[in-house]
């Protein structure tokens, strides 16, 4: 096929990537007549037109689907495909910038009003409430495998490093460990995407000691919880877009007079340990039930082989002690019990009569 190395010398400076062309194929008798938009250079240049400013704010305030509309004119037309043309996104949807800057650190969660949001929040809690929105939007749209990608450059970050300079990973994809002890399901926030119809609200207790609870925003339940519960006791791996510290009013009940500061994070669990329990379903409620039934059925046996060997032990004791006293009483010269054995009868003497 012609190559126009004009459109392919422009296509790898938008974008500084390398790509493929198709493989030549051999000429019909008739070659049909493309226009220059459907041959492989036109769809190169559209793909790239979409790709144009993902990096920047204004890109992807001007055009946030532009990627995936290039995946989808790269990868998923059966035309395109065999034109040989590929894009492989691996990593996860990158935030807006401009409302990550705006996001302020220890506030409470935004209160946004339906009706003129604009007037009636503060403009720091309309930014905070965007980023939020986006986030939930790129989590719903994302595959699990993007997440794990994206989180090996902040692998090792932990709460200490979160606390001293949250501005620096805001927005960026941080890994959670721990335990999660709380799962809620509540409706998807206003203005959020159509599709998502409920969020869960986790809270994941980490290995720093003393630190409080991640807040973990979830799209959808992880493999290994049907459904949500006040109680858990699961290990799991969170990775997720992280915003702020939010605020939260002080557990009274608890006694604790400080309000808590808690990391704020959408995004996915990706492990969950299988062998803990509390995953409040009662999924392993006849599991349970099966072993509490096993070990007292193996204690009542052991009780009654103990009892069965005590009363055969003790027939034969009283057996051996019954003998113990027959031959102790005849051996007895003290003894004034008569004896068993019949005394010799009385021989008369001769001649008696």
Avoid: C
Avoid at 49 to 75: D, E, K, T
Avoid at 203 to 231: C, D, H
């Amino acid at each position: 096929m012609r190559h126009v190395w004009l459109g392919f010398a422009l296509a790898v400076w938008l974008t500084n990537l390398s790509a493929t062309n198709a493989q030549a194929l051999k000429k019909p008798a008739a070659e049909p007549n493309y226009s220059i938009w459907k041959t492989d250079e036109g769809i190169h240049v559209k793909g790239m037109s979409l790709l144009l400013g993902q990096g920047s704010a204004f890109g992807v305030s001007a055009n946030p689907y532009g990627a995936l509309m290039a995946r989808r004119l790269f990868g998923e037309n059966e035309f395109n495909a065999e034109a040989g043309w590929s894009i492989v996104f691996d990593r996860v949807i990158p935030m807006t910038p401009r409302h990550l800057r705006a996001i302020q650190d220890d506030r409470p969660l935004p209160v946004i009003y339906e009706k003129d949001p604009a007037k009636t929040a503060p403009l720091v809690d309309q930014h905070w409430y965007v980023a939020f929105i986006e986030a939930l939007s790129n989590t719903l749209r994302t595959p699990e495998a993007n997440f794990k990608k994206s989180a090996q450059l902040f692998a090792t970050v932990a709460f200490p490093q979160l606390r001293a300079r949250p501005w620096v990973y805001r927005g960026k994809i941080i890994t959670v460990t721990g335990k999660l002890a709380v799962l809620r399901r509540e409706d998807a926030p206003r203005l959020s995407d159509r599709n998502l119809e409920y969020i869960y609200t986790g809270y994941v207790i980490g290995p720093t000691p003393g630190a409080p609870p991640f807040t973990i925003i979830l799209t959808e339940l992880p493999q290994g919880v049907e459904k949500p519960a006040e109680k858990l006791d699961l290990n799991v791996t969170f990775q997720g877009y992280f915003l702020s510290f939010v605020r939260f009013p002080a557990d009274k009940r608890s006694g604790k007079k400080d309000a808590i500061l808690s990391p704020y994070l959408v995004g996915k669990i990706v492990a969950v340990n299988a062998n803990k329990k509390g995953t409040g379903d009662g999924a392993d409620q006849p599991y349970s039930a099966t072993l509490i039934a096993t070990v007292l059925g193996a204690f009542i046996t052991i009780a009654l082989a103990v009892v069965a060997m005590n009363l055969w032990h003790r027939r034969g004791d009283r057996r051996i002690q019954s003998k113990l006293a027959e031959v102790r009483d005849r051996h007895n010269p003290f003894n004034v019990e008569p004896a068993d054995e019949n005394p010799p009868a009385d021989e008369k003497p001769k001649g008696d009569g």
